[in-house]
């Protein structure tokens, strides 16, 4: 079933572009190979989800006929790092102190460590606050939104990859820090006047 609708997926993804199906392709690839086996090795399994959400990135831009910012692709490949590794981080912490090894847990474990995820995912914060912020001035974002403005809600980006780092490091819990930080009343009106602000700008641009 899974190969008939992939053959589908492609074969539609075509009709609109090859480069398209070819993005498409590309993100099937991954995963067959992320599930073949690639998942157990440290560092690579992170890798590769965020090859696959850099590729939805690309393949939406393409399906729409549009040009997309180096700089957005490169946050989003950095966010994707640093989710993934705070997931990492927070199953590590998780599985200290208790009976079973880390590695039980999800097999790539084993070849982490808290101190290395720590040191990764704070060098990824900051490169994310950047990218976003470079973004925000990039040319052909100005363009299309006509306005440099976008570059006041670099503050709401920051709190937000805070607050994640908060509840991956510092103050772990049972449930993932990706489902902590959707149920944190702080992060959820940080993500709120982040939008409400962004529309406002592109809105008064326009």
């Known amino acids: ?116 995820l720590r040191i990764a995912m704070a060098l990824l914060a900051g490169a994310t606050v950047i990218a976003y912020g470079l973004y925000t001035q990039d040319a052909h974002t100005v363009a299309f939104f006509g306005t440099r403005a976008l570059v006041v809600t670099v503050p709401f980006s920051a709190l937000g990859i805070l607050r994640f780092l908060y509840f991956a490091l510092w103050r772990p819990r049972e449930e993932s820090p990706t489902d902590a930080v959707l149920r944190d009343w702080l992060f959820l009106l940080n993500l709120a006047a982040w939008g409400a602000v962004v529309i406002g700008i592109i809105y008064r641009a326009r």
């Open 1 to 116: 079933m899974a190969a008939g609708l992939t053959a589908v997926a492609l074969v539609a993804c075509a009709l609109i572009s090859w480069k398209l199906a070819a993005a498409a392709a590309g993100y099937g690839t991954i995963h067959f190979f992320y599930s073949l086996g690639l998942k157990r090795i440290a560092f690579l399994d992170v890798l590769m989800i965020a090859g696959g959400f850099l590729l939805r990135v690309w393949a939406g831009a393409l399906a729409i006929d549009v040009p997309v910012s180096p700089w957005l692709l490169a946050c989003t490949g950095l966010l994707a790092c640093l989710l993934g590794f705070g997931k990492r981080a927070h199953e590590l912490i998780q599985a200290e102190g208790t009976e079973r090894a880390a590695h039980e847990a999800r097999a790539s474990l084993a070849g982490y460590r808290v101190r290395t």
